[in-house]
């Protein structure tokens, strides 16, 4: 049974890092995708980030390009989101999720860790 577990999330004044993980297990993932998404209380959930475990491409939302860096640790069957220069906007709860290379939707996903970055 595929599992992902999200962590690193906390409380940050603007301008500051955070660092959140997601460790996965339950298969193997050498032909996923592992993204990042987040939701703001009273928004949609939206993409943030994305990596293929294939052959490391990634790609960002505009609101996040230049900020966070997405990456994986194959040893350790993880994922990171780094996050720098955090601004108010981008408090949320930060989900993981996962889908294999050849799918459109992300049929796994984590329970979300809680971003708060205050002003």
């Known amino acids: 049974q595929v599992q992902l577990v999200e962590s690193g999330g906390g409380l940050v004044q603007a301008g500051g890092s955070l660092r959140l993980s997601c460790a996965a297990s339950?298969?193997?993932?050498?032909?996923?995708?592992m993204a990042w998404f987040r939701q703001a209380p009273g928004k949609e959930r939206e993409f943030v980030a994305r990596i293929s475990w294939t052959d490391g491409r990634t790609y960002y939302a505009d609101s996040v390009k230049g900020r966070f860096t997405i990456s994986t640790d194959n040893a350790k069957n993880s994922v990171y989101l780094q996050m720098n220069s955090l601004k108010a906007e981008d408090t949320a709860v930060y989900y993981c999720?996962?889908?294999?290379?050849?799918?459109?939707?992300?049929?796994?996903w984590g329970q979300g860790t809680q971003v708060t970055v205050s002003s």
């Open positions: 999720a996962a889908r294999p290379s050849t799918a459109y939707s992300y049929a796994y």
């Open positions: 339950g298969r193997t993932f050498r032909n996923f995708v």
